[in-house]
């Protein structure tokens, strides 16, 4: 129990850490009332947390699995929490709001109910900040939790050994995450660099490096995309929105064997695959609506596209302009969030290696009734496919629409009409808050039948939001074992 203890605390003085730069940030704008707020959080949480961490130092021990769960969802339960105050101290927001916010960022959902043309730019950094840090924390719990543990039919290979070291054994070993900090750090400064390069401010430019390498959907400014950034520095966005789809294996491959990114990699030629057709299909509506006279035309069209299909793909939910996303049909624009991409990504959904399987497996299951005494070894990439994977599969896929069935009808009750409640909650349960906003009619707000973040209501509709956001990030079924009373009563 101690080692739980101790990867919470952990994880909670990695916002404290973030905190240092914000500050720097704060001072430089001359926001010397949040720079002292800011260091008054910092050193009473650093006294709690260094006292925690001398009370239980020695006491840590190797940790049998079911622990590793109950750390996983302690520290996705309660470093929002952390989070929440800090922003109820430096934003001044409700604490139910403020919650809402610590989870939307640290989930890499991007909802936000933070009024960005009044936040100064120390908080709108820590904010972007947040975003990132919840991108690493998805990155090592699927990797050092989920997948080892088969959640939902995730699989662990030999890969995830030999470059993150050993699930499990590791989970409580703060240096078996450098490896992992260090890709991750060198994507997203790859992006700052490109942002920079394309003439973004260099505050700005790391904000936005920082949401796209966590494939967010927080913008830290007031207005469209493109009236901030240039389209060659969207077009960056796009390109490491791209990176952020795919599994950090697959990301290892562009500088040791570039010829061979796409080699035995099924998944990653998907998602490479409907990005493709996704761009060509938004360039033939922004034409359409356009009448071909928008500057570049064609050129431009694709660009835009692009970047709406990488964004959606990812779950960031950012769009260059109000109106592009809901170019295409809302039920198709839910079905690729719901989706996903890669596993081993921080992109949220049920991910494609998982609808691969049940395609795969139904499709075995009806040459069955042909052939009846077949025995095929199905594969789906390298991730071979038996009875067991795909109960756990099929269970997964059940909860996740039950949550989403659950949330979008407690959600119509507490705050909106019928189809925004179903937007919101499948939205909200792949991470990628803004398609939300995004697919709301021009008449939505006024109608008030879809109601923005902001104005929700009812307190009751953010818990409901805080709740879905937590689960579909931890992959649903974590939370279910966890939550197994049997199990720890009999311990």
């Known amino acids: 129990m101690m080692g739980v203890i101790y990867l919470i605390t952990i994880s909670m003085a990695g916002l404290l850490v973030l905190l240092v730069p914000a500050i720097f940030v704060a001072l430089a704008h001359a926001e010397a009332e949040l720079a002292k707020n800011m260091v008054l959080l910092a050193a009473t949480g650093l006294f709690v947390i260094v006292a925690v961490l001398t009370a239980i130092s020695g006491k840590t021990r190797r940790a049998e699995r079911a622990f590793s769960y109950l750390a996983l969802v302690g520290v996705w339960a309660v470093t929002p929490l952390l989070g929440a105050i800090f922003l109820v101290v430096l934003a001044g927001l409700p604490f139910v709001p403020a919650w809402f916010e610590s989870v939307s960022a640290l989930t890499t ?54 470059a993150f070291g050993m699930p499990y054994e590791g989970i409580f070993k703060l240096e078996n995450y450098r490896t992992l900090a260090l890709q991750y750090s060198l994507m997203t400064g790859v992006i700052f660099l490109g942002l920079v390069i394309f003439g973004v401010e260099p505050l700005t430019a790391s904000m936005l490096g920082m949401v796209s390498a966590a494939t967010g959907g927080f913008l830290p400014f007031v207005g469209p995309l493109e009236e901030h950034i240039s389209r060659g520095a969207s077009t960056v966005m796009a390109l490491g929105l791209c990176l952020g789809t795919m599994s950090v294996f697959w990301r290892r491959q562009i500088l040791r064997r570039p010829n061979q990114i796409f080699q035995n990699n099924l998944e990653a030629k998907i998602v490479a695959a409907v990005i493709i057709a996704l761009t060509i299909a938004y360039a033939t509506r922004i034409l359409d609506v356009s009448g071909g006279k928008i ?43 719901f989706v996903g991409a890669g596993v081993y990504s921080t992109s949220g959904g049920v991910k494609v290696l998982r609808i691969g399987a049940m395609w795969v497996y139904a499709i075995a299951e009806l040459n069955r009734l042909i052939y009846p005494n077949s025995v095929d070894r199905l594969k789906f990439g390298d991730m071979t496919i038996n009875r067991g994977s795909m109960q756990a599969i099929w269970t997964y896929f059940i909860i996740a629409v039950i949550v989403i069935g659950l949330g979008s009808m407690f959600i119509a009750l507490t705050a909106t009409g019928f189809e925004a409640a179903i937007a919101m909650s499948v939205a909200l349960f792949s991470n990628a ?35 879905i956001m937590t689960v579909g990030r931890l992959e649903v079924l974590v939370v279910f074992a966890v939550l197994n009373v049997r199990f720890w009563y009999n311990r």
């Open 109 to 162: 959902s991007g909802a936000s109910v933070l009024v960005r043309d009044h936040v100064p730019n120390g908080l709108l950094f820590w904010r972007a900040l947040l975003e990132w840090y919840g991108g690493f924390l998805a990155l090592a719990s699927i990797i050092y939790v989920l997948a080892p543990a088969g959640f939902g039919g995730l699989y662990s290979g030999s890969s995830s050994r030999v």
């Open 295 to 337: 500057a570049g035309s064609i050129l431009a069209a694709l660009q835009e596209g692009f970047f709406t299909a990488a964004s959606l793909v990812a779950t960031s939910g950012i769009e260059t302009r109000p109106g592009v996303i809901a170019l295409l049909p809302s039920v198709l624009i839910l079905a690729i969030i």
């Open 433 to 467: 808050g803004p398609v939300y906003e995004a697919l709301a009619p021009v008449s939505g707000v006024t109608e008030g039948g879809w109601p923005v973040y902001q104005n929700m209501p009812s307190p009751l509709t953010y818990l409901l939001g805080i709740i």
